[in-house]
């Protein structure tokens, strides 16, 4: 019988083995992440990949020796408590347990994506790291956790946010958890891993989270996995396949989701700024035309991005393309449009999205709005979601601060005034206001016509299953 030895070595593991060395070393080259050092004359494995190791090993009839720990079972006890899944939940956590809980979850913004996930630590029973991008959804998972399973202050701990603590259930920010120190740790200390806005996860510095973790049971959750880089490709390799859930028609339909309305509302720049629009974006157009005429698009925008680095002209051909979006963005037109939908709605409580935070300064200015961006202390927002959420506020403009990550008031009308391509972020948006409610939501869209801020709302068509 051959024996294979594992050592957890710094941020891999490492393979010795003794007796029939063919059958060993011919299974190792079939699994992914497992290389042969030539210096150090043994086989290192990226702890991801401990899982199908042990499986194949097993099956080969080999015994194995590791020092890797593999006893996440979880000493707290776990209540559930009384409340239930809905139906399009339920589905999720059968898809779940059909696929050894490893997957990515796709749910729309208030679909409840994260109460999927506590069943799952509830059904599994497994030391857990919960791993977040921002500090306040630390602090919002803990609360859901505790409501859910009924477990003490005590037995969850934060790694990130100035704390450096591990327990049964952890939760950490991306940014704590992709560091060194905390994978060293952290490595075999869990069973399960859950990636909440798993979209995140795909970036260079966080892709070291999966990879150094051995956790068999893996589970993403996002309201729309795509990014404009397509590194999303990776969730399937290092979190499992992806399973798309109920969408927000058939939330909405279903009574999960409040009923909407939806209008889109075209404005037109004056005579002088779609001058200085088409001036500005000429200067661009002729640049990548000279330099890249086989370009267009995003592919031509990375290309001058990366040349004007070295190149004058580069640079000011973007600076050039970035003016004539911020006239795309905010034209007058678009201001006036604004004021008369809030006039319509001076009782409601109304959310207003921006691309810019000079869009979103400048309507906080001309309507007395206060505005949340990631330049707003913690305190000031919170004391502004207070009062929206109390109703002595019924307006907030914010320039992307809303899009995740923030436990954001319940609203019933949606102003996008400018926006991008990102379907995350337009599935993001619209779910902050179509929370249920007795109240039918509107959500307006204010697009300029005849630029790139049109182009970029058709790439959006059809997300709320509207023909628009």
Partial sequence: MARVFIRRKELELEIDFEGDESKIILLLDKIPFVRYDELSDTYRVLPCAYPDLISALSRLGAEVISEVSADWSIDVGLRKSSVELRPYQKKAIEWLKKNRFRGVIVLPTGAGKSLVAIYAIYLLKKKTLIVVPTIELMHQWKNKIRSVLRIGENDICFWGGGYRALRDITIATYQSACKRDFLLKAMDKFGLVIFDE?????????????????????????????????????????????????????????????????????????????????ENMNIYRKYVQEKFPNLTGRKAFEMVVKAAWKDRRAKEALEARMRAKAIAMAPKSKIDKLNEILSKHRA???????????????????????????????????????????GKLTKIVSAEALDEGIDVPDASVGIIVSGTSSQRQYVQRVGRVLRPKEKKAVIYELVTARSFDEFMSKARRGLLGENH
């Fill in 348 to 390: 409601d409580k109304v959310i207003i999205f921006t691309r810019l935070q000079r869009t979103a300064y400048l309507i906080s200015y001309i309507f007395g709005i206060p505005v949340i961006t990631s330049n707003v202390p913690k305190n000031i927002r919170k004391r502004i979601f207070s009062l929206f959420r109390s």
């Fill in 198 to 278: 798993v979209h995140h996860l795909p970036a260079e510095t966080y892709l070291e989270i999966a990879k150094r973790l051995v956790s068999p049971h893996r589970i993403g959750l996002t309201a729309t996995p795509e990014r404009i880089d397509q590194r999303d490709r990776l969730l399937p390799l290092f979190i499992g396949p992806i399973y798309y859930g109920a969408r927000i028609r058939e939330l909405v339909k279903n009574g999960y989701l409040a009923e909407y309305e939806y209008k889109r509302i075209l404005t037109h720049m004056s005579r002088e700024e779609w001058r200085i629009y088409r």
